[in-house]
């Protein structure tokens, strides 16, 4: 048996009787070495169980029963109400109408408030939207008023909202700490931070001297004619110690929770679609856009599924899960554009941003899923994740790494999944950045997969053993500190693996920090290779051994490693991602393109 070490990391979260007792109640421990993921069932909601349904329309009136006829004007009163039946045992429907809805049920400037039923019963509660998409859920309010001056137009601005908290020094720009939104005609403009940065698509608030909000539009445009809206609330439904949730066909924008580790610290990365010591939640349908830092949360959240779901334009990270979250299924679904606001602030080296980030949790799948385009690294299971299972999902265009595997106890299974076209934006980093990353974690297979065109490296092993010394990372469930053998186990059948250009290396090892740097072969250990298929421009250079050495030829690669025995070159493929992603790619098409590989 190999040895194990104790991986010594400051990374923890609280909540540890919620995350115990959810990890009791599914019976779930560290699953075996060598074992396939146990694949994530989601959420089962019944909801035959509805009883009562409320009404909701911005041309209602909370004086009204909820009826058809005589909806309800708020979605607040709307879910105060359907909580009381749900309390009562009864199962619940609220329609929403078609419109905007500028509230937030449960965030505030305080912390952890948000709405839940007491007590909470076994009954349904289902949120709906009557036509899909057209029931907008807002963090923003419209703002009039406006004056002239040559191109810059200005507002009273009445808010004192403040920053997140700072970090990282001078390499992250403090707009990324920002939280203000302005859109003007559904477009979102850019923040700077002075009146003399102001340039056309801009957007600069002073809220310590005049106490104003100044636009320069994209174009000509009489800021008194538009629809200018600002966001000025966070968490737009945020529901805890829940069970038994559907939110279908709505829109979430326009949050404004700030980017930095403060909001991590005031209820787990405030999210406009929140969920919190939650059980059997249903989301589908529903699209998440321009959100000042991130879209979708889950903490200490069990038994969840997320379907037909797209994220979009999040400030920081898509989505995001922690805190001993268990059975999370994903599916047919999207998440872009992550991360803008570490973009505007020159921070895309990744570190606490992601188009997905999961943390301390227990059996997650992700079927059909795209994630792309995002200034971050597009799927991460960031330390303590068992029970990963990946099919059939694209990840492509994306900054620093297309799929992140750190310290997880495993099994990991990916399969029938594209990684390519990742950029390595920030130059500081480069070495930590590729397709694939993984760092000291057991039991993981890439399976009939493709992993190409990637800058930098395809396949980057990262050396974390002696990380941050002294410190510790935790396992969820026993509390202990978190072990894991020394090498990454890691099992490749049936792989495309191809550079694009010839600084683009096959496989390479980096160190967590400093100029040490080990060995590949003393970072991984290759528990079986079948049927892996190379491109690269210059054969004889192909594979890195170590970093900062000359990179060698496969007949060296195959000697050093033992691995790779039945491994031939083949001729590039020429693929227009471009095209793929604007037909809409579906499972077929990624599994016809994986096999033209072949």
């Known amino acids: 048996m190999a040895a194990t070490m104790t991986i010594k990391l400051m990374k923890t979260v609280g909540r540890k009787n919620a995350c115990l007792a959810a990890a009791a109640l599914l019976g779930l421990g560290t699953a075996a070495r060598g074992a396939e993921p146990q694949p994530a069932t989601g959420a089962s909601v019944d909801e035959t169980l509805v009883q009562e349904v409320l009404h909701v329309s911005p041309s209602g009136d909370d004086a ?37 809805y500028r509230e937030s049920i449960g965030g505030d400037e305080s912390g952890i408030t948000g709405m839940s039923p007491e007590p909470d019963t076994d009954a349904p509660l289902v949120i709906e939207a009557v036509n899909p998409g ?31 908290e700072h970090f990282q020094g001078p390499r992250m720009r403090p707009v990324a700490f920002e939280r203000h939104l302005v859109f003007v005609d559904g477009a979102m403009l850019r923040q700077v931070m002075s009146r003399n940065a102001l340039r056309p698509g801009t957007f600069f608030i002073d809220e310590e001297e005049t ?37 279908r066909g709505l829109v979430f924008e326009h949050d404004n929770q700030p980017y930095g580790r403060l909001s991590l610290a005031r209820g787990g990365w405030g999210a406009p679609l929140f969920f919190r010591d939650a059980q059997n939640i249903l989301i589908e349908d529903c699209l998440i856009r321009n959100n000042s830092s991130v879209g979708l949360q889950l903490r200490a959240a069990r038994d ?57 949790t227990r059996r997650t799948t992700f079927r059909r899923v795209h994630i792309h385009d995002n200034w971050s690294t597009g799927f991460w299971w960031d330390i303590d994740n068992t029970d990963i299972l990946v099919e059939d999902c694209l990840s492509i265009r994306n900054h620093v790494r297309g799929i992140f595997i750190e310290l997880n106890q495993g099994p990991t299974l990916v399969r029938n999944s594209v990684f390519a076209l990742t950029s390595q934006t920030d130059r500081a980093n480069e070495g930590f950045q590729g397709g694939v990353q993984i760092a000291t974690s057991p039991d993981v297979t890439f399976e009939n997969c493709l992993i190409f065109g990637n800058e930098g490296r395809q396949i980057n092993f990262w050396d974390q053993v002696n990380r941050f010394e002294g410190e510790s990372i935790r396992n969820f469930e ?47 250990e ?58 809409g790619v579906s499972e077929q098409k990624i599994r016809q393109l994986i096999e033209s590989a072949r």
């Open 134 to 164: 057209r029931a907008i859920l807002s963090g923003s309010e419209i703002r009039t008023g406006w004056t002239q001056d040559g191109e810059v137009w200005s507002a009273d601005w009445p808010h004192r909202m403040g920053a997140g």
């Open 304 to 360: 969840v599924t997320i379907r037909n779901t797209t994220i979009a334009w999040s400030g920081r990270i898509g989505m995001g899960a922690s805190d001993g979250s268990v059975n999370i299924l994903v599916e047919d679904s999207a998440i872009t554009r992550s991360n803008f606001r570490g973009h505007w602030g020159n921070y895309i080296d990744g570190w606490y941003a992601a188009g997905f980030k999961y943390m301390n």
């Open 526 to 583: 290759f528990t079986e290779t079948t049927g892996s298929r190379y491109a690269h421009p210059n054969r004889g250079a192909a594979f890195s051994l170590q970093r900062r050495t000359a990179p060698v030829s496969l007949a060296a690669w195959q000697q050093a490693t033992g691995a790779d025995g039945d491994a031939r070159w083949v001729q590039p493929l020429n693929i227009d991602l471009d095209a793929l992603l604007e037909e």
């Open 478 to 524: 026993t509390r202990q500190a978190l072990e894991l053998p020394p090498k990454t186990q890691l099992t490749l059948r049936n792989n495309y693996i191809a550079s694009t250009g010839s600084g683009q290396l096959l496989y390479e090892s980096v160190s967590a920090w400093g100029d040490r740097i080990r060995p590949l072969v003393d970072l991984v």
């Open 64 to 100: 009204n029963p909820g009826t058809e006829a005589a909806p309800l004007g708020s979605f607040t009163t709307a879910m105060q109400r359907a909580l009381e039946h749900k309390s009562q045992g009864v199962g619940v429907k609220v329609l929403l109408h078609d419109g905007i």
């Open 211 to 247: 106490n104003s909000v100044y636009v320069h539009p994209s174009a000509p445009t009489d800021l008194n004619e538009a629809n200018v809206e600002t966001a000025v609330r966070q968490k737009l439904l945020f529901l805890h110690s829940i069970r038994n949730v559907v939110v």
